[in-house]
Nanobody, 124 residues
Framework: QLQLVESGGGLVQPGGSLRLSCAASGFTLDYYAIGWFRQAPGKEREGVSC????????HYADSVKGRFTVSRDNAKNMVYLQMNSLKPEDTAIYYC?????????????????WGQGTQVTVSS
């Protein structure tokens, strides 16, 4: 059974940092692009970042560029999202998703497997 599990969310003050983790089980991530998405209350789910299967290319939404960094460790079957300089508008449920392709996509319909999400709240 293919499964993704996110962790690392929580409550943080503006300007703080969090590192989200995405653990895969039931399959190896080597041939999958991994996307991070988020959904705030009352808003649609949006793409945040993506990393190609070979880690040779990463993509970021303009709203997080320069603050978030995506990385992966295929040997550990893990993907990470380091989030720095967090803002209240980053508050959302964050999801990782696997796409059965080496290439990234910002379209959520291109992703085959999703995690259950982890809550990130940025507030003073």
């Amino acid at each position: 059974q293919l499964q993704l599990v996110e962790s690392g969310g929580g409550l943080v003050q503006p300007g703080g940092s969090l590192r989200l983790s995405c653990a895969a089980s039931g399959f190896t991530l080597d041939y999958y692009a991994i996307g991070w998405f988020r959904q705030a209350p009352g808003k649609e789910r949006e793409g945040v970042s993506c990393i190609r299967s070979s880690s040779d290319s990463t993509h970021y939404a303009d709203s997080v560029k320069g603050r978030f960094t995506v990385s992966r460790d295929n040997a550990k079957n893990m993907v990470y999202l380091q989030m720095n300089s967090l803002k209240p508008e980053d508050t959302a449920i964050y999801y990782c998703a696997a796409r059965r392709s080496p290439a990234c996509s910002s379209y959520r319909g291109h992703y085959d497997t999703w995690g259950q999400g982890t809550q990130v709240t940025v507030s003073s």
